[in-house]
Structure formats: structure tokens, C-alpha cells
């Protein structure tokens, strides 16, 4: 393609001395390929831009030269060279596919089951990716790091741009497998002390009744089913028991801490060019503790990527910093701290009551919260391992 585009000519030399005539040309270092001697007569063909070299070589050994055909894009080119039309229709044509290529003209979202698209928009909105928007002038970083803290059900995001398409990837978290094959018997047991609450049996049989305390491992539904002529069979046992149970959890805040922290954050943006960078404004080097994030947005001509793009780095600087607090504000973010908490762990279990009581230790501040809690208690677990 490169050959076509920058032109090729082929022509004949007649004369005498052909050998001395192309070792010259070597001399030159131009190019000479396809070379044929047809009838005493010696047919090649050269690059445009080697053509004169070849001339010059022809002049100093009496060949005399005949172009037989020129073809390729530059030839070309130079036969519509006053046909301006042409060439600002071209102009045009470009122009309109790099903006086509380099503005947001749709987004593209896979792989939200949980989250619906009109949530993902929103958030991308804050990060200033929308319709029209100049996509190299995108933090890319910035988007997928934005995503992935909004939304816990994400594992993983990736963002990318093609041609004027701002695709969103996204893979949600998975619950965790089961341990036992799903051909496999196996019986279900608690895997945590309890009282009953709930009993539903999909197959084999139930082991304990609506109020029942029971331990962790001790069985809840059988996977050998009885009919009635008291003959067993093995099954998968399923079903689903509910139980209430306590928990407690405890955190502590001195009133006097040092604590890491983000006293701010710094963007900067460096044109990348054969990855190459120049700065685009003041660099100034960054000192002590600080993270970085950095993503590059390259231009795009159609769906082919280009190799100059704008570069953006995020800086967040952290300080070590004593903090004191005073018990009400110890108290606060230690309530903040519980709330987390419960977001985290707690979010797939009713809570039944909840105490929660403040109490000083060590110059500090101690919460802690008695729960009353009601959840799912059933595990499978193999019938052989189980006995």
C-alpha cells in the first residue's frame, strides 16, 4: 500500500553498458526491481523519487531513458493538482471524520445485569462524558475509578473509546460457588449457632422445627429421603432455613491519632505523541506521599487509532496529621465507621434489634453493637463427609 501511494514508474533503457549503468545506479542507492532484458533492450521499474538518480546514471553511461508508465497515488495527485474542488472536497471529508471520531456521538454499556444503564449515564455525566463531548479531553482513569466506587456491584470496569463510540465494560460480582457439584448428594447443615425461624424443603427432609436452637454444623435437612414404605434414597437435599442469631462487633478511636490523609488532588495533562510526551502547561515534580493515576485518550480517523492523544495524570497528595477528636466528634465518626460496617457486611441480613453502647479506654472511645440478626443459616456439605 505504501509503494502505491508513493508512486511508481516503469520504464526501458536502450544503450550499451547495462552493467556499468546499474552498478551506478547501486552506487546511488536507488531502488531498480523487476528488471528484465527483452530483445537487447532493459525494462525496469524504480520509485518516483529515485527516478532522477536513475537519469542522472543513464546520462553518464549513454542509456537513453523512455517512461513507459506511471502509476500510483502521488502521479495521481499531481494530475488533479488544479482541481481545488476535489482536494476541498478531501479536506472536508477528513475533517468531518476526525470530529465524528474524537466527539461522543454514542455510549455503549455491556455487562450491567444489577445496575441499569439510566444509573451508569448518570454517573458518567459527573465524570463529563456525554454526547458531543471531545473524548481525548476524557480522564479515563478518572471514569473507571469513579464507576468502580459508586458501584458495588462491579468487579471490574474498563472504559475505552472507538471512533466516536465511549464504550463502558463492566463484569459484576458473583456469589460464591458452591462447594458441592450440582450432581452431587449431599445434606444441608447450619453454619452458624441459631434459632429457627424458617423451614422450606424443595427435597429430602426436614432435621429440626420452626423454633429449634441449633449449633454450627448441625444438620437442617437431610439428603436421605424416606417414602412411605420406609424406603431411603439418596438425594441433593435443598430448601431454605432461616435462623436469628446474635453478633457483636466492637471499634475503637483514640482521641489523639495520626492519620493519613489526602490534603488534595492535582491533574495535569501532557500530549503524547510516538510516546513522546510533552507537558501541556506547568510541570512542577511532586514530592512525599501521593498516588497517581494516569489514562491516555489517543485520536482516532474512522476506526483506525491514531498515535497522539492527550495524557492525563491525577495526583492525590497525603499527609501524616494528628488528629484530635473530642468524644462527641469521636463518637460520630465512629457511628460513620459502624455504618460502613453494616453496608458491608451486614447488607444481605435482616436486622432484628440493634444496641449500641459507648464506653473510654486508652484515651479513646470504644463503640460497641449487640445485634439481633435473621438470615439464611444453610450450607451444603456432602453426605459421605458429613457421615
Known amino acids: 500500500m505504501y509503494d502505491h501511494i ?26 531498480c526491481f523487476d528488471i528484465r532484458n527483452k530483445n537487447g533492450v532493459l525494462h525496469a521499474k524504480t520509485y518516483r523519487n529515485h527516478y532522477r538518480a536513475i537519469e542522472l546514471s543513464a546520462a553518464d553511461n549513454g542509456i537513453v531513458l523512455t517512461v513507459e508508465k506511471q502509476f500510483g497515488a502521488a502521479f495521481t495527485a499531481f494530475k488533479y493538482r488544479k482541481r481545488y474542488g476535489i482536494f476541498t472536497g478531501i479536506i472536508i471529508a477528513v475533517a468531518m471524520l476526525f470530529v465524528m471520531s474524537n466527539y461522543v456521538i454514542k455510549i455503549e454499556i455491556s455487562g450491567n445485569h444489577s445496575v441499569d444503564d439510566e444509573r451508569v449515564n448518570a454517573v458518567l455525566e459527573e465524570c463529563g462524558v456525554g454526547y458531543g463531548k471531545f473524548i481525548p479531553d476524557i480522564n479515563l482513569e478518572y471514569v473507571k475509578r469513579r464507576l468502580t466506587l459508586v458501584f458495588d456491584e462491579f ?37 452458624r449457632d441459631g434459632q429457627i425461624t424458617g423451614i422450606e424443603v424443595y427435597s429430602g427432609e426436614a432435621a429440626v422445627r420452626v423454633g429449634d436452637g441449633v449449633a454450627k454444623g448441625q444438620l437442617l435437612i437431610s439428603g436421605i429421603d424416606v417414602n412411605k414404605n420406609d424406603l431411603a434414597r439418596f438425594v441433593r437435599a435443598d430448601g ?15 482521641l489523639e491519632a495520626t492519620e493519613r490523609m489526602q490534603t488534595y ?29 494516569e489514562s491516555t485518550a489517543f485520536f482516532s480517523l474512522g476506526n483506525f487509532t491514531l498515535p497522539i492523544g492527550i495524557t492525563h ?32 457486611f451486614l447488607s444481605d441480613k435482616e436486622i432484628i434489634d440493634k444496641k449500641v453502647t459507648f464506653s473510654s479506654r486508652d484515651n479513646g472511645i470504644v463503640l460497641t453493637a449487640e445485634y439481633i440478626l435473621e438470615s439464611e443459616i444453610g450450607v451444603r456439605q456432602n453426605i459421605i463427609d458429613g457421615n
Not at 267 to 292: C, F, H, N, R, V
Open 313 to 344: 495524570r491525577t495526583y492525590r497528595i497525603y499527609e501524616e496529621k494528628t488528629v484530635m477528636y473530642t468524644p462527641i466528634s469521636a463518637k460520630e465518626k465512629l457511628g460513620s465507621q459502624l455504618s460502613e460496617y453494616e453496608e458491608l
Open 155 to 191: 468487579s471490574w470496569v474498563g472504559v475505552r473509546s472507538s471512533g466516536g463510540r465511549f464504550i463502558v465494560e463492566v463484569t459484576e460480582s458473583t456469589q460464591k460457588p458452591d462447594m458441592v457439584p450440582p450432581n452431587q448428594v449431599c445434606n444441608i447443615v447450619s453454619d
Open 6 to 31: 508513493r508512486g511508481q514508474i516503469s520504464f526501458r533503457a536502450e544503450g550499451d553498458g547495462y552493467e556499468k549503468f546499474l552498478n551506478d545506479i547501486r552506487d546511488k542507492n536507488a531502488v
Open 265 to 293: 488532588e492535582k491533574t495535569s495533562k501532557a500530549i503524547k505523541i510516538w510516546g513522546a510526551s510533552i507537558p501541556l502547561g506547568k510541570s512542577e515534580a511532586l514530592q512525599g506521599d501521593y498516588e497517581m493515576d
Open 240 to 254: 431454605k432455613i432461616t435462623a436469628q442469631y446474635t453478633d457483636r462487633v466492637e471499634f475503637f478511636l483514640p
